[in-house]
Every structure is written in structure tokens, then in C-alpha cells.
């Protein structure tokens, strides 16, 4: 079923490929339920099937295959959509999954048009750039979600439940503990990939800004970290095993405004991948929340509980708050700001080390290619249980690292 123009939210999805064939999914979902109506399509590449585009003036849609088969209009840029003369095609909402260094100028964009946005982490590239889009949001009114999904987890709400009631006793320490398996498909994917900078541009694509970006922020909003104020001190410790110039085996410490100190171990380099987990350190105990999966674990002297739930996504959220059955939005990109914090510290940081060579074993054949560094779980795993760096505790391939040709 497809809904009615006009009476349900309008959404173009703006990066179709990668990771925004979810979001078309979703917006299709929507659609199936009478929630929403996908009204186009924008990225440079069209679909894979696409037909030539029978016009070319800029405005115009041409018609492509979408991700479900059916026929959606399709613009190259969102300046494109943005002036179609077709009213059918206005989007009330963009949900906006391009490259990194594309954030800033796309969702003012929007914004400045009337239009409520759901921007793929991370918010920008830069703390700068983050100020700009709330300044934007701030200036038009319009709603600006941030991808971070697991701030529409319920898993968040009863983490902050079981803190508040005491049930691991006083807070100690927050940690995260990332290890996954980036292979060599991914960093070619796409120019901008393991970039830190691309074209004169601020990219900041490593370990702690894209893949367990989520990781770091929903270990600080646990933390009670979401405005940049609400963050004190941030140390990077960054590294690389790939051939790549951004990190993908990094340490960061965060102490917050109120003294939490907080740990991240996160490595792009392990031998399998395992659950992302936050870690509440506790005096008489522990929660891990594999945020993943909405599941917690609240581990006491006297007990072992887990316990999975429901999460909200954060279109439907988004959807929520423009028709006034919510009141605020899950993840408002002012509450990134704390996350911008550490975006800005790796953006500012010395070039990350490369990991001498001696300390990394390879696995897999061509685009399944893959380092694994050694012992980088357990490294990770006491990052973020002392809140001390690589470099700090002593991981062997972070003290001997080979400073990068300068
Ligand atoms: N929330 C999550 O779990 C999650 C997961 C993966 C990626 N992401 C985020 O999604 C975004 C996209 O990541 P990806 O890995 O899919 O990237 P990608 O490079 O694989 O895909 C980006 C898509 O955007 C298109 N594009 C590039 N510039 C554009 C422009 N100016 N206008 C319109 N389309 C444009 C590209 O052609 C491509 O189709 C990033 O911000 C990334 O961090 C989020």
C-alpha cells in the first residue's frame, strides 16, 4: 500500500548505497504502514538497475528502480530535489546518509528549507561545524535528529534506573569495549574511507568517529555526557595496523564535568567480532549494556540478571515529535555535543602511530583481508576498566608504535 500524497510525512533519502539502503528499507516499512511516503531518491549514483535518465535538467526527477524494485523519482544532488518544481516530490523530511564532510553543508541545507532531518552520525566533522548546524537548527526552528540509534534504546532507561537505585552501589567508572573486523573491502569502499582529511577537507573517519562512534556516545550520555560543557578532559590515544591514515585501534579517556572518569578500548583489528559493550563500574558491581542488542547485564555479589529490550527507531521518534506525540527528540543534535568533543580531540590529535608491522598478524584473502593485533581485546578490555590509555597501560604496540613520515 502506498499512502496518499500529502497525508502522511513526505521522505527523501539523501545516500542511497551503503549504509542508506536501510534507511530506504525503513522508510519503505513506514510506507507499507501507512506512516510515511518515500517520495525520492537522491545520490549521485542512481540505483544499480536505474534506466538513463530520459532528461537531464537539473530538477527534473528521473525515474530509477528503487531499493524495492518500485519506480521513486531520483535526483543526483538535494539542491536537485530541493527545486523540483513537482509537489509530490517536496520532502517534509531528508534522512541524510553520505560521507562525513557532507553533514554540515547538507542538513543546513535542508533546515534552511523547511525541511526536519535525520543525519547519520557522526554529526559533523568538527566542533566548529557542529556549533554552525545547532546555530542552523536553532536559527530555522526545524528538528535535527542524529543517528545514533541506541539513544532510542529502552536499554538506556533501564541502565539509568538500576544506577539511580543503587543496585551496583556508587558509580566508579564508565567504560566501552569495541572489537570488530574491518576488512579490506570496507576501507576501499568509498575515497572517503580510513580518511582524515580528503580534498581540503576535515573526513575524521577512524574507530572512535564512524564505526564504534555509538560506542563512545552512548558510553558518555550513560556517563550523563551530552552537551560539549558537559565534558572536562579528553585523551587520545590513536593507532592504525591498516594502510590507512585515520586510526583503527584506538584508547580514549574522558573525564566528565562532574570527575567520571570514562575508558574507550576500541579496535577495528580484533580476531572476530563481539558484541560493542558499555561497562557502569560500580563499588558493589557492574552493568554491561551490549548496546547492539539492547541487552543489559547487571552483575552484583548476589546476582547475575539480563535483561533485553525494544527500542525506538529514530525516524519514527523524529515522525513523533513533528506531529507532537513526543515531546523531544531522542538524540537532538545538541546532545551530541559531548560525543563532538572527542570527534574534535581525534580531529586535533598528532597523525595516529602506525603499529609496527612485528605485532600485527594478517587473516583472509583480498577484500576479506583483515589485521588482527595482538592481544588488542584484552587491551581494550583494560582501557576501559582503568580508564588509562594503550600507551598508558603498556600494550607493547602502542609503546613501540612508528611515528608516521612527517
Ligand atoms: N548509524 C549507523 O549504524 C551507521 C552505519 C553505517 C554508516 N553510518 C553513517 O552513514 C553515513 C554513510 O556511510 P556509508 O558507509 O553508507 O558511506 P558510503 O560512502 O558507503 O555511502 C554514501 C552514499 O552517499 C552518496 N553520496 C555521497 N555524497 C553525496 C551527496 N553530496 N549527496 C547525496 N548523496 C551522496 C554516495 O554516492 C553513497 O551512495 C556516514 O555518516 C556513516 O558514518 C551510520
Known amino acids: 500500500m502506498s499512502a496518499a500524497p500529502g497525508a502522511v510525512p513526505a521522505i527523501a533519502v539523501v545516500g542511497i548505497h551503503g549504509h542508506g539502503a536501510k534507511h530506504v528499507a525503513h522508510v519503505r516499512d513506514l510506507e507499507e504502514r501507512g506512516l510515511a511516503r518515500l517520495c525520492a531518491l537522491v545520490d549521485p549514483r542512481p540505483q544499480v538497475d536505474a534506466p538513463a535518465p530520459a532528461t537531464g535538467g537539473a530538477g527534473e526527477p528521473r525515474h530509477g528502480a528503487a531499493a524495492t524494485g518500485d519506480d521513486v523519482p531520483w535526483y543526483p544532488t538535494l539542491g536537485d530535489l530541493l527545486s523540483a518544481p513537482e509537489a509530490d516530490v517536496r520532502p517534509d523530511v531528508v534522512v541524510l546518509s553520505t560521507p562525513i564532510h557532507t553533514h554540515l553543508p547538507l542538513a543546513s541545507t535542508a533546515m534552511r528549507a523547511g525541511v526536519d532531518v535525520l543525519l547519520e552520525k557522526p554529526t559533523t566533522a568538527s566542533l566548529a561545524e557542529h556549533a554552525e548546524l545547532v546555530a542552523v537548527a536553532q536559527e530555522t526552528g526545524r528538528l535535527c535528529q542524529v543517528g545514533f540509534q541506541t539513544f532510542g534504546s529502552h ?68 556517563a550523563g555526557a551530552t552537551r560539549s560543557q558537559d565534558v572536562a578532559e579528553v585523551v587520545v590515544d590513536l593507532h592504525h595496523a591498516n594502510d590507512i591514515e585515520a586510526d583503527d585501534t584506538s584508547s580514549v579517556r574522558v573525564v566528565t564535568a562532574d570527575g567520571t572518569r570514562c575508558g574507550f578500548g576500541l579496535t577495528l583489528c580484533a580476531p572476530e567480532r563481539t558484541p560493542a559493550r558499555v561497562l557502569v563500574l560500580g563499588t558493589r558491581g557492574r552493568i554491561e549494556l551490549e548496546y547492539e542488542h539492547d541487552r543489559i547485564r547487571i552483575v552484583t555479589p548476589t546476582s547475575d540478571l539480563v535483561k533485553t529490550t525494544t527500542r525506538t527507531p529514530l525516524l519514527d521518534d523524529l515522525l513523533a515529535v513533528r506531529a507532537g506525540r513526543a515531546r523531544r527528540l531522542a538524540c537532538d543534535v545538541r546532545d551530541t555535543g559531548a560525543f563532538m568533543r572527542v570527534m574534535e580531540a581525534v580531529r586535533t590529535a598528532p597523525a595516529p602511530r602506525a603499529i609496527d608491522p612485528d605485532h600485527v598478524s594478517w587473516e583472509g584473502e583480498g577484500d576479506a583481508r583483515h589485521p588482527v593485533v595482538d592481544d588488542v581485546a584484552a587491551w581494550c578490555e583494560a582501557v576501559a576498566l582503568n580508564a588509562r590509555t594503550f600507551t598508558e597501560l603498556g600494550a607493547p604496540w602502542a609503546v613501540g608504535a612508528v611515528a608516521p613520515a612527517r
Not at 162 to 188: F, K, L
Not at 207 to 219: D, Q, R
Open 155 to 222: 536499554a538506556l532507561d533501564v541502565v539509568a534506573r538500576a544506577v539511580a537505585d543503587g543496585e551496583i552501589g556508587e558509580v566508579t567508572g564508565i567504560g566501552a569495549v569495541g572489537t570488530w573486523v574491518r576488512d579490506a573491502a570496507y576501507w576501499a569502499r568509498a575515497p572517503w574511507a580510513g580518511r582524515r582529511r580528503l580534498d581540503g577537507r576535515d573526513v575524521v573517519d577512524g574507530v572512535v568517529t564512524n564505526p564504534l562512534a555509538h560506542a563512545v556516545a552512548t558510553a558518555l550520555r550513560v
